[in-house]
């Protein structure tokens, strides 16, 4: 069965700190997907990327930068120079390849909380 | 711009009383989720469709939960009778889960119910 573990329940960060997100995950599957989600107070959940298990070049974007080491089973999200609208939660998520299934797997999530 | 919507986006209703949440995935969609977001059980997988086939309802409670897809256009959440314990954010997802894509999935903005 697939798990997501995310053991930051809440971090708090002076606005323009550099802050990671952990995430660390279960699989049986040698192919499978890991996103991370953004749930801002409006609610709404927002895709901010995928990766496939095969490809475990790190990304940036902007401010934010992403970890996927195969190794540890970890896929860590970092936000350099935090801002105070980077303030939400942070879903890490996991979707399985093997059968049917295709749903998403979350992580507990983790609040930021960043501070002016 | 291509969304998920879902209505209605708040509802409040009594105990005991029905409710009907309603989907319109993403024009194209052949897989349609329904996740549903707690405080004490994040977000969780209720049921999915592929193709308006239910594929997996597990995580619903069968006596008082019903989903279902009439057509390619609208998928429905119902509950009845409804309790208090039911209140929480539903989330409707849809996505197009071809070999090799990364089953990413698309959230409609969620259906906040409370049941007194």
């Known amino acids: 069965a697939q798990k997501v573990t995310q053991a930051q329940t809440e971090i708090s960060v002076v606005e323009k700190e550099d802050v990671t997100l952990d995430c660390v995950y279960e699989?049986?599957?040698?192919?499978?997907?890991l996103f991370w989600y953004k749930q801002p107070p409006s609610g709404e959940l927002v895709f901010l990327i995928r990766?496939?298990?095969?490809?475990?070049q790190n990304e940036i974007s902007g401010r934010y930068s992403w970890n996927f080491q195969k190794s540890t089973s970890s896929f860590n999200f970092t936000i350099t120079a935090s801002q105070v609208v980077d303030s939400a939660v942070y879903f890490c998520a996991l979707s399985e390849t093997s059968g049917s299934a295709r749903q998403l797997t979350f992580g507990s999530g983790t609040q930021l909380t960043v501070l002016p | 711009d291509a969304r998920v919507t879902q209505t209605p986006r708040h509802k409040v209703t009594e105990m005991g009383q029905e409710v009907t949440m309603r989907c319109q995935p993403i024009?194209?969609?052949?897989?349609v989720f329904w996740y549903r977001q707690t405080m004490m059980q994040g977000l969780e997988l209720l049921a999915y469709f592929r193709n308006r086939a239910p594929l997996d309802d597990s995580g619903m409670p069968k006596d008082r939960f019903s989903a279902e897809m009439p057509d390619a256009t609208l998928a429905t959440l119902k509950i009845q009778p409804s309790e208090p314990r039911d209140s929480a954010v539903y989330f409707c997802?849809?996505?197009?889960?071809?070999?090799?894509?990364?089953?990413?999935?698309?959230f409609g903005p969620g259906t906040r119910l409370t049941v007194l």
């Open positions: 024009l194209g969609h052949n897989t």
């Open positions: 990766r496939n298990s095969f490809d475990e």
């Open positions: 997802a849809s996505g197009l889960p071809l070999a090799g894509d990364g089953n990413e999935q698309f």
């Open positions: 699989t049986r599957d040698t192919t499978y997907y």
